[in-house]
């Protein structure tokens, strides 16, 4: 079964800067996709970016960007000029593209925006 | 258009009793997920329907777990004899075709089950 790893619990971050959240991965699967999701207090998990591993190009979705390492096995996001909306959990998550349709996710990083 | 929706939103029950949860998904999609979240954990996976019939069941705990979605649309997650263990919040994601490309899961705000 593939693990996913957010190692850093709580991330603070002022208003306006950057601050990026690290996710590694094991698999022994070569095709899959990668997801980073974000849970506000109301629960509803919210699609923030997702990258297909054959793609080499790095995902991009406004402000919200991934460094995609597959050799490393390591997928972390970059939330630039952070605003007070994006104070939530955050999680990475691995799909296999083998049939398995399941989502395999990290224990999330808790992201502070310090206005 | 709706998302998906969950009901009831929030539920107590002792500790043996059998509970139901409810989920609506997005209309159009074939695939349903069932996920289980404990305090501080990422969610874990349940069961996924692809139309009415479970196609990956693996994650259910034990027996006492049991979801259906008899028209191909809503889902229902039955628990029996509840256990305090229970507790958690249980989401529920839609997907339009399960396993083809990205095929996005789309969640609901989740029914935060509490078994005293």
Not at chain 2, 1 to 6: D, E, H, L, M, N
């Amino acid at each position: 079964a593939q693990t996913v790893t957010q190692s850093q619990p709580e991330m603070s971050v002022q208003e306006a800067e950057t601050v990026t959240l690290s996710c590694t991965y094991d698999t022994s699967e070569s095709d899959y996709y990668l997801f980073w999701y974000k849970q506000p207090p109301s629960r509803q998990m919210i699609l923030v970016i997702r990258q297909e591993a054959y793609k080499q190009q790095n995902a991009t979705e406004n402000r919200f960007s991934v460094n995609f390492q597959k050799a490393a096995k390591s997928f972390s996001l970059k939330i630039s000029d952070s605003q007070l909306g994006d104070a939530a959990m955050y999680f990475c998550a691995y799909r296999s593209s083998y049939g398995n349709n399941r989502l395999a996710f990290g224990k999330g990083n808790q992201v502070v925006v310090i206005p | 258009g709706a998302g998906v929706s969950q009901t009831p939103s929030n539920k107590v029950t002792e500790k043996g009793k059998y509970v139901e949860l409810r989920c609506d998904p997005i209309s159009g999609h074939t695939a349903l997920y069932w996920y289980r979240q404990s305090l501080g954990q990422g969610p874990e996976f349940l069961i996924y329907f692809q139309g009415t019939g479970a196609a990956d069941d693996s994650g259910l705990p034990n027996d006492r777990f049991f979801a259906v979605r008899p028209e191909g649309s809503v889902s229902t997650l039955k628990i029996q004899r509840t256990e305090r263990g229970d507790s958690a919040v249980y989401l529920c994601a839609s997907s339009l075709t399960a396993g083809q490309g990205p095929d996005t899961q789309y969640f609901g705000p989740g029914t935060r089950l509490t078994v005293l």
